[in-house]
């Protein structure tokens, strides 16, 4: 019997690539609540990138004949204790929050799944010992952690990123060393290393890009998170400093002492806070249904 | 108009201004009886007045005690000295003897006599401590040659040299007089005992919680004290000493409310409420570290105060925050505070904000900075009134094309970066416990002399015009040399940046009377004269 090869060009692409634009027609379609979320994140990013633009006024520039002024047309969302319009420094204070989430995200969940598979690679002492350490800081709620750290490093900016980042990576190591250990066992995996290549290979080349779908749901669970962590810090005075404008710092010292006088002062920028916080765990909720194969069967 | 009319008319008017006086006589005459109760928002280390330095032990502790004089209880400007344990005094034609007649009669709470030998071992702890024993203020004596007592009711300081503020020192509310006997068993007994000749007794302490102190009924001021006791109560969150006054679970805190405080007390609680205001004996300041540049050129220091609007930053921040008077080196309206119109000849204190920039911008130019800089201003990390005056200092300096960002840092860790020169601008302050020229100038001598000089400048006319101010008896050449010694801190040299005198705000049940607020939240605690009028 005479066998008929087939040309390559007649093989089937077994997974259709499908366009981002249809991608993401269908996540909107599929999972609203989450589009929503997307579509607060991007504005929050435009807004921070284009807060130079579209702020009203200056957001460290005093106004004392207009100090503790109720919301009117001129300021739209009144303004504080030194009369800096409160809806300029929420705009401005979108800079901070999203500058302090996305590097911390990236950088807490980037070396976590980075420790996290090179833990479930080398597995043996080196995963024990790594997990041990790992356990160590899980020990700490994230907060106390994050504590602990800025008040060793000092506030600022980056000693906030910093404090807070840290305790990420304990977070992100074990979600992605869980991962990584059923991709350890791949045969491909076994390939490469019967193929002699390198430790780093393997893990970058062949593991890594295969706890993406983890890597990104933490990416964006990370980012609400951190914007959280930044206002309370800076609310306890251990985050930025004054006259940086950020959401939690303006719910500090004369937003509590006016609380009653000037509500509106501490209120708008709680409001920015939760709208954040809500939309990137919107998103993320949905971005983890989405990607994760289990809940797609269902 | 019938004459009976008239009559009537005539009765009436007496009659009303009959109920008018009278309540207000009775009022005004000291009621005995009940208990105050008063917040504290800290904590004593020990007992001991001699070597602590805090409030959080003056205000519940200071009712157990005397001291040899006393600042006046009924004087606003907390300056005028009266006596205490010793009835009169006499100084000598070169200044440098005090003789001091105590009171005859005075017993300790344990019933025994105080004589001048008690005097005489206390000032000694104070001034020539053995050695292992804490006097944090014996720098303030080194002048004192001799302490003697020739008999038992005098006491004689000799002087090496005369100082103005002797008298004054002999006032400072933590010079406590305790019993010789009992410090010459044990000089540290009074770390954790209470043994003094004061208006109350003490009753308990417990720790974190709060203080008690019941009437003395052998008090040597007949009459006195009027209470019949004082529950003082620990509480450092200051939202919770608001929530007590407001409640009536107190009637005061001595130390003070923020103006919003005093505005949600003053809303809530209306007439059962005073409120007493005062100039505080603290000042927010500016430290420029001078060996850092380009802060070691006096323009740009002067450049730094004339960006400064005092006159509006004393309206617009006194709204948020604890500071209110524009002052130079002395508490506004104590004798040897310049008046207003004298300091709005200094750099940076004038009304023309407009021209003091113009020229602040000219000295940047002169300097060589004609754009500004940068530079980082170092914050205490203590929301008030430091927060509030960091933003406005910020925001001036912009002004003049200055582009401070600040750092803020934890309380403890500021004043040790202070003293260690981490820093290049920093706020600073100090709250003294009397208005006293040698105590509140002493900080600006040359950093030889004065540890706590975070400019770090040497400056010898400035040392010498604080030796001839402090030797000088005659208030008049006092009041000269005083006015020197700012002007070259403030504006010639502009070693350092005032910015506004703190505002001490005391709102507290209208029931406690015979209290009055003074410049500093030291004086004034012994609450012999407090009364309660329900």
New interface residues.
């Given amino acids: 019997m005479a066998i008929r090869r087939a040309t390559v060009a007649e093989i089937p692409d077994v997974a259709e690539r499908r366009s981002w634009f249809a991608v993401a027609g269908d996540f909107c379609r599929q999972r609203p609540l989450g589009a929503i979320g997307a579509v607060v994140v991007a504005v929050n990013i435009l807004v921070g990138l284009s807060a130079n633009v579209i702020a009203p006024y200056d957001p460290?520039?005093?106004d004392?004949g207009a100090?503790?002024a109720r919301p009117s047309a001129g300021h739209w969302l009144g303004t504080d204790?030194?009369?800096r319009d409160v809806l300029s420094r929420i705009l401005y204070g979108s800079r901070t929050a999203m500058l302090v989430g996305f590097a911390c995200a990236f950088f807490g969940a980037t070396a976590g799944t980075v420790i996290g598979v090179t833990s479930a690679y080398f597995a043996g002492k080196v995963d024990l010992l790594i997990q041990r350490v790992m356990d160590i800081f899980l020990a700490f709620p994230l907060i106390i952690l994050a504590l602990a750290v800025v008040?060793i490093l000092?506030?600022?900016i980056g000693n906030v990123i910093i404090a807070i980042t840290i305790p990420m990576i304990p977070r992100a190591a074990l979600v992605a060393r869980s991962s990584a250990l059923a991709i350890r066992e791949m045969p491909y995996v076994d390939a490469a290393r019967a193929a002699g290549f390198r430790h780093r290979r393997i893990i970058l080349r062949h593991m890594l890009p295969n706890v993406m779908a983890p890597y990104l749901i933490m990416l964006t669970a990370y980012l609400g998170q951190a914007i959280l962590l930044e206002a309370s810090l800076s609310f306890l005075?251990l985050g930025v400093?004054?006259?940086t404008p950020a959401w939690g710092l303006m719910l500090?010292?004369?937003a509590v002492?006016?609380a009653?006088?000037a509500p509106w002062m501490a209120i708008f920028p709680g409001l920015a806070i939760s709208l954040a916080v809500f939309a990137f765990n919107l998103f993320g909720d949905s971005l983890r249904d989405a990607l994760d194969p289990r809940l797609k069967t269902q | 108009m019938s004459g009976l009319t008239r009559m009537l008319r005539l009765i009436a008017i007496l009659s009303g201004v009959a109920v008018l006086v009278t309540p207000a006589g009775a009022q005004d005459r000291p009621r005995s009886g009940g208990e105050l109760i008063f917040a504290v928002p800290s904590e004593m280390p020990s007992y001991d007045g001699h070597r602590e330095g805090t409030f959080g032990m003056v205000h519940p502790l200071a009712p157990h005690y005397n001291t040899l004089l006393r600042v006046d209880p009924n004087d606003r400007t907390g300056t005028k000295i009266v006596s205490d344990l010793a009835e009169s005094w006499t100084v000598s034609a070169d200044g440098r003897v005090y003789i001091l007649k105590l009171r005859r009669g005075v017993k300790f709470h344990d019933g025994s006599e105080m004589t001048s030998r008690d005097v005489k071992a206390s000032y000694d702890k104070i001034v020539f401590p053995p050695p292992g024993v804490g006097s944090i203020r014996k720098g303030q004596y080194t002048n004192v040659e001799a302490i003697e007592a020739p008999d038992a009711s005098t006491i004689v300081f000799r002087l090496k040299w005369p100082q103005a503020s002797f008298l004054a020192s002999l006032a400072s509310p933590y010079n406590w007089i305790y019993k010789a006997e009992i410090l010459a068993k044990d000089v540290r007994w009074y770390e954790k005992n209470i043994m003094g000749t004061g208006p109350f007794l003490f009753v308990e302490h417990v720790k974190g919680s709060h203080w008690v102190g019941k009437k003395n009924p052998n008090y040597w001021d007949k009459g006195k004290p009027y209470l019949d006791g004082y529950r003082a109560i620990f509480m450092k969150d200051s939202a919770a000493q608001v929530a007590a006054v407001r409640a009536e679970r107190a009637h005061i805190q001595f130390r003070g409310f923020s103006p919003a405080e005093r505005d949600s007390l003053v809303s809530a609680l209306g007439r059962k409420i005073t409120v007493q205001e005062s100039a505080w004996d603290c000042a927010a300041w500016v430290a420029m570290n001078q060996e850092r540049k380009p802060f070691d050129d006096k323009r740009v220091r002067r450049a730094l105060t004339l960006a400064l609007d005092r006159h509006q930053a004393s309206q617009a921040l006194s709204r948020i925050a604890v500071v209110k008077e524009v002052a130079g080196v002395q508490v506004p309206g104590t004798p040897y505070a310049t008046p207003p119109d004298e300091l709005e000849k200094l750099a940076g204190y004038g009304r023309d904000i407009k021209k003091s920039r113009a020229e602040a911008r000219r000295l940047l130019r002169e300097a060589g900075v004609p754009d500004g800089f940068s530079f980082t201003f170092t914050n205490r990390g203590l929301p008030m009134p430091y927060e509030p005056v960091g933003v406005w200092l910020i925001d001036q300096w912009r002004q003049i094309g200055l582009n401070a960002t600040m750092a803020t840092i934890e309380a403890s860790q500021h004043v040790t970066e202070l003293r260690a020169g981490n820093f290049t601008v920093s706020s600073d302050a100090q709250c003294g416990y009397q208005v006293e020229p040698d105590l509140d100038l002493a900080k600006f001598q040359s950093k030889e002399i004065s540890h706590n000089n975070y400019g770090r400048y040497t400056d010898k006319v400035l040392d010498e015009l604080y030796q001839k101010q402090s030797r000088a008896l005659d208030p008049e050449e006092r009041k000269r040399y005083v006015r020197e010694f700012e002007r070259r801190l403030l504006d010639e040299q502009a070693h350092t940046v005032i910015t506004l005198q703190w505002h001490r705000i005391v709102p507290h049940s209208a029931k406690v009377r015979g209290w009055t607020i003074t410049p500093s939240h030291y004086l004034n605690q012994q609450l012999d004269t407090v009364w309660l009028s329900e």
């Fill in positions: 460290l520039a005093t004392y100090m503790l204790a030194f009369g008040s000092g506030p600022g005075g400093s004054e006259p500090r010292g004369a002492q006016f009653e006088a």
